[in-house]
């Protein structure tokens, strides 16, 4: 336990939860990430269960689904219009575009939460060394 808790990653993880709880598992759920690494990240972490975990684990689920729908769909005008019909839809290419925004949007939160942890780390080592 004590090599995942000192793994830079896990460290900015860690940080992130604590700071915005439910705001940064939302944006955990919106990511491309495998749900189930997510969990495992997350279950190391101090996040409470129902208001920070549960709760944006539903919603947050809800986007992705409605993504592989839509890639699903997609994928079925892409036949559809090889062979001929022209039964492709705006929608079947909106609910991508968003999924890929969202992970853009939780890439920069990760690397925002990055930049800040070095940021009071360093802060903290220029202090320690000056006493």
Request: hydrophobic share 45%; aromatic share 10%; net charge positive.
């Amino acid at each position: 336990m004590n090599l995942v808790h000192s793994n830079k990653y896990f460290h900015i993880l860690s940080s992130g939860t604590e700071r915005d709880g439910w705001r940064f598992v939302i944006l955990a759920r919106f990511s491309p990430i495998p749900s189930y690494v997510i969990n495992y990240a997350l279950a190391a972490t101090n996040v409470r269960f129902i208001v920070d975990f549960l709760l944006p684990t539903v919603v947050g689920s809800v986007p992705m689904i409605l993504q592989n729908t839509s890639i699903g769909s997609l994928a079925g005008a892409a036949v559809a219009s090889a062979s001929g019909s022209q039964k492709s839809k705006v929608w079947s290419y909106i609910l991508p575009s968003l999924g890929i925004m969202s992970s853009i949007v939780i890439s920069l939160r990760i690397k925002k939460y990055s930049r800040d942890i070095n940021m009071v780390e360093s802060s903290s080592t220029d202090h320690s060394k000056s006493e």
